[in-house]
């Protein structure tokens, strides 16, 4: 888990928004940005969520994820996920109307980071059907010499 400061602070560095003397990301240049920011990722945790190895329930399904109340929220997804895909999404979602060009690339990166994380999650385990009927191992299959 990972709380939505944390993803804020990526995502200005990412902008080259923050402080250039100290790297403080809580200037009030910023501040426009940092109102907008639990929302703005609450409208992409649900396609982040599938990527996540977290949170599954009993059954192994995944959660669906809460609303971002504020910066202090918790974010119930793996850090993969929180730091290091979710960051590109919320600095194309701030940069969209001020920036167009930058926005597309954060978006494009925040895209393939996604399903680069969705490929790196282990497969499930389900049993097979088998589709070819009753044949088996008789006397009729092709196999048998």
């Given at each position: 888990?990972?709380?939505?400061?944390?993803?804020?602070?990526?995502?200005?560095?990412?902008?080259?928004?923050?402080?250039?003397?100290?790297?403080?990301?809580?200037?009030?240049?910023?501040?426009?940005?940092?109102?907008?920011?639990?929302?703005?990722?609450s409208?992409?945790?649900?396609?982040?969520?599938?990527?996540?190895?977290?949170?599954?329930?009993a059954?192994?399904?995944?959660?669906?994820?809460?609303?971002?109340?504020?910066?202090?929220?918790?974010?119930?997804?793996?850090?993969?996920?929180?730091?290091g895909?979710?960051?590109?999404?919320?600095?194309?979602?701030?940069?969209?109307?001020?920036?167009?060009?930058?926005?597309?690339?954060?978006w494009?990166?925040?895209?393939?980071?996604?399903?680069?994380?969705?490929?790196?999650?282990?497969?499930?385990?389900?049993?097979?059907?088998?589709?070819?009927?009753?044949?088996?191992?008789?006397?009729f299959?092709?196999?048998?010499?």
């Amino acid at each position: 888990m990972s709380q939505v400061q944390r993803i804020y602070d990526i995502a200005i560095r990412l902008m080259d928004a923050q402080d250039h003397l100290s790297g403080r990301t809580d200037m009030a240049e910023n501040r426009e940005y940092r109102l907008r920011t639990p929302d703005l990722l609450s409208s992409v945790l649900h396609r982040a969520r599938d990527a996540s190895r977290e949170p599954l329930d009993a059954q192994g399904r995944r959660l669906p994820c809460p609303q971002v109340a504020d910066m202090e929220a918790d974010i119930p997804l793996d850090e993969r996920v929180c730091l290091g895909v979710l960051p590109y999404a919320l600095a194309a979602l701030l940069l969209s109307e001020e920036d167009p060009g930058r926005a597309n690339f954060f978006w494009q990166s925040f895209e393939e980071l996604l399903r680069e994380a969705q490929r790196q999650l282990p497969a499930p385990i389900e049993a097979v059907e088998d589709l070819y009927g009753g044949i088996g191992h008789t006397q009729f299959g092709s196999w048998r010499g």
